[in-house]
């Protein structure tokens, strides 16, 4: 962590800056903003607390994005950083969505949403790794994250259902194994 707290102003500009260039996940540009370049938190404090803001109701970086604001810099931080991170995105959705609905139909417009769409997802996957990355060496750590996997991506189970069953187990295993 960086010797004293990011200012208002630069909780401000780095989400600005994350949201700026964060379209089709955010997780990867904020991870990279808070832990390599600005080193606000280490990957393993990044990697608990997005847990926990995965967690909670509501989008999951936009949660961490408000804890950590509010961690720096209490309710000023937590609303710069908050709308750091949205004001160019609303700005630039609400333009694309005027134009995405005069050319929809346009067939190279059409490929270009889904080749958009596969690069998401391979930068997502690629953040996911990143993000996992704190668990090496962690055999219980990694469990957690496979049973996890497995009933949400796999069985399909809801996320209602399961996080707190997953959360439960995961305290409960914590509280076994890690005495």
Known sequence: MTQS????LSLFTG??????????GVGPWARRLVVEQ???MTAAEFTDLLG???FLPGGNVMNLTIALGSRFQG???AVAAFLGLMTMPVVVVIGLGAIYDQYADFPPVRRAVVALAAAAAAFVLANAI???MPLRGKPLGIAVAVITFVAIALLRLPLAIAMPVLAAL????LWRFQR
């Open 75 to 77: 309710i000023p931080g």
């Open 130 to 132: 990143k993000v996992a």
């Open 15 to 24: 989400f600005f800056t994350v949201g700026m260039f964060g379209f089709g």
């Open 52 to 54: 926990l803001c995965q």
């Open 170 to 173: 995961s305290i409960a295993l």
């Open 38 to 40: 600005k080193k606000w």
């Open 5 to 8: 707290p990011p200012s208002l």
